[in-house]
């Protein structure tokens, strides 16, 4: 899967951070020339300032990444919604009697007739006790 941060952010935090070291760089340099107090409490300040840059830099790219994450959830939410609404087009001669539940190979899972993460796919139907003995555990969405 892809980054949540398009290259424009990336580009955005990284020229902060430098402009950011940058300014630490100098604020340093200019307090370690001086032994004046209150000229070094000057270039602190000038430091200081360029900390809340960065952290203000850092915390807005996180921000991004969290709209870019919630945006995707909500797509996703979607499709399970329209993957869903396929599973109620099933025929019926393929779904399971009363109690049962399906596989399908190389699943680790059992899961109701309706479940979307079964789909279309070729399922073994069984009692929950013989899922369970074969080593498989119950799906965490359709919860059989």
């Known amino acids: ?6 290259r424009g952010h990336r580009l955005r ?3 902060l951070l430098v402009l950011t070291s940058c300014g630490l760089g100098v604020t340093w340099w200019m307090a370690a020339g ?3 107090g209150s000229s070094q409490l000057a270039w602190l300040e000038a430091a200081i300032t360029a900390v ?4 203000v ?7 991004a990444g969290h709209r870019a994450v919630t945006r995707r959830k909500r797509t996703l939410a979607v499709r399970v919604v329209a993957a869903t609404a396929r599973i109620d087009r099933i025929p019926a001669a393929s779904r399971p009697a009363a109690g049962g539940v399906c596989t399908a190979e190389r699943m680790t899972r059992y899961h109701r007739g309706d479940c979307p993460l079964v789909g279309r796919k070729p399922v ?3 009692s929950v006790e013989e899922s369970r003995r074969a080593g498989r555990r119950p799906c965490g969405i359709c919860d059989p």
């Open 124 to 126: 073994v139907w069984s």
């Open 52 to 55: 809340l840059v960065a952290a």
């Open 13 to 15: 935090l990284s020229l």
């Open 34 to 36: 001086t032994g004046d």
């Open 57 to 63: 830099a850092e915390t807005l790219w996180l921000l």
């Open 1 to 6: 899967m892809s980054s949540p941060w398009h």
